[in-house]
Every structure is written in structure tokens, then in C-alpha cells.
């Protein structure tokens, strides 16, 4: 048995996946600091034949960054986040 807790194993989908050897910081841009990556790791994303695992990968991992196409904030989708907000905002107007 591995003692390795498995979010540090690197996940079987990733042998298919499309962004390796690309720059780490366009899927991750909150660690980096750069977000002119996001469109080119979408792009990736949108022709990576292992999507729907990575984006659950990192949905039940809690992740944060781009995963399967989707800007995660820990796990959740930060888009939809956001439009629940304002939706809120304007429910109280
Ligand atoms: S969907 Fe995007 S982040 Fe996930 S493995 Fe494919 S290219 Fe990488």
C-alpha cells in the first residue's frame, strides 16, 4: 500500500492527457499570478480526449485552476460561483 496520499499520485488519465509539457501556469494561475494562460489551457482542454475525468478528478479532489475546461475555486465551478452570486445580489434588490 502506497503512503503517499493519492492527490500527489499522478492520475492514470493524465498519460492521455494533452497539456503535458505545457507551462504549469496556465492552469493554474492563482498560484502563478499570470492569467493570460487561461485561453491557451481552455483550448488544450477543448481537444483533450480525457476531459470529463480531469475536470472530476478535480471537482473530488477540491481543486483549484483550469481542469477539463473549467476554472475551479476548490472543486466548485467558479463561473457558475459567480453567476449564483449575482443572482443572489439580485434577488435582494
Ligand atoms: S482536460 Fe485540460 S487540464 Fe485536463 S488533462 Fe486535458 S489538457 Fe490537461
Avoid at 54 to 74: E, F, H, P, Q
Wanted: glycine share 8%; hydrophobic share 30%.
Amino acid at each position: 500500500m502506497s503512503s503517499i496520499p493519492f492527490i500527489f499520485q499522478t492520475p492514470t488519465f493524465f498519460k492521455d492527457a494533452l497539456c503535458k509539457g505545457a507551462p504549469q501556469d496556465w492552469f493554474f494561475p492563482e498560484f502563478s499570478g499570470n492569467h493570460r494562460g487561461i485561453r491557451q489551457a481552455k483550448q488544450l482542454c477543448s481537444a483533450c480526449s480525457v476531459s470529463e475525468e480531469c475536470l472530476a478528478y478535480g471537482m473530488n479532489t477540491k481543486s483549484s485552476g483550469v481542469w477539463g475546461g473549467i476554472t475551479l475555486d476548490r472543486g466548485n465551478n467558479r463561473r457558475r460561483k459567480k453567476s449564483t452570486n449575482q443572482q443572489q445580489k439580485e434577488e435582494t434588490k
